[in-house]
T-cell receptor
Framework: EDQVTQSPEALRLQEGESSSLNCSYTVSGLRGLFWYRQDPGKGPEFLFTLYSAGEEKEKERLKATLTKKESFLHITAPKPEDSATYLC??????????FGTGTRLLVSP | DTEVTQTPKHLVMGMTNKKSLKCEQH?????MYWYKQKAKKPPELMFVYSYEKLSINESVPSRFSPECPNSSLLNLHLHALQPEDSALYLC???????????????FGPGTRLTVL
């Protein structure tokens, strides 16, 4: 059965304190791994798509990396506005996404 | 532009009401999705339309009825809902590539539904 596990469940950082979020997956055939950011009561906002092991993508203070079993979302020098829930999802089959339960990030000033 | 719009933003309905949620995208995407999200949980897939045809129904109760009138619009008709159906309903869209494989899904802001 396809599974996606995110850790930690919640993370509290001080402004400027860099850290990483983990997404480990067990799928029969990876057809893409996606990172989204979600603010409370709003729809997920697309961040990155990764397709193959070794791939890396960056956007402002965020950097996503992918191995054969997991993906990391590195947050460098976070700011309070980076506070959100970060969701990882993998595509299984041609159309379905399997989501992890998310990591709730709180960045304090 | 990667915008998906949803109306209404909020909806309160009784268990005997009939209402509809609407979703629109103008990115030329040919796959559209409905998800349901409960508080502090990830989105759960309900339906997928590909080229205006229903391709996936995740065993959703018949009180939820999807409709895709054209390639830009997606509706979700609601009838005789239960209080446990209260949730954030999300619409998403994506392009369809080689052999029907879909690309990145872009989500709308959601409709907050409360069933009394």
């Amino acid at each position: 059965e396809d599974q996606v596990t995110q850790s930690p469940e919640a993370l509290r950082l001080q402004e400027g304190e860099s850290s990483s979020l983990n997404c480990s997956y067990t799928v029969s055939g990876l057809r893409g791994l996606f990172w989204y950011r979600q603010d409370p009561g709003k729809g997920p906002e697309f961040l990155f798509t990764l397709y193959s092991a070794g791939e890396e993508k960056e956007k402002e203070r965020l950097k996503a990396t992918l191995t054969k079993k997991e993906s990391f979302l590195h947050i460098t020098a976070p700011k309070p506005e980076d506070s959100a829930t970060y969701l990882c999802a993998v595509r299984t089959g041609f159309q379905k996404l399997v989501f992890g339960t998310g990591t709730r990030l709180l960045v304090s000033p | 532009d990667t915008e998906v719009t949803q109306t209404p933003k909020h909806l309160v309905m009784g268990m005997t009401n009939k209402k509809s949620l609407k979703c629109e995208q103008h990115m030329g995407h040919r796959a559209m999705y409905w998800y349901k999200q409960k508080a502090k949980k990830p989105p759960e897939l309900m339906f997928v339309y590909s080229y205006e045809k229903l391709s996936i129904n995740e065993s959703v109760p018949s009180r939820f009825s999807p409709e895709c009138p054209n390639s830009s619009l997606l509706n979700l008709h609601l009838h005789a809902l239960q209080p446990e159906d209260s949730a954030l309903y999300l619409c998403a869209s994506s392009s369809v590539a080689y052999r029907g494989q879909t690309d990145t899904q872009y989500f709308g802001p959601g409709t907050r539904l409360t069933v009394l």
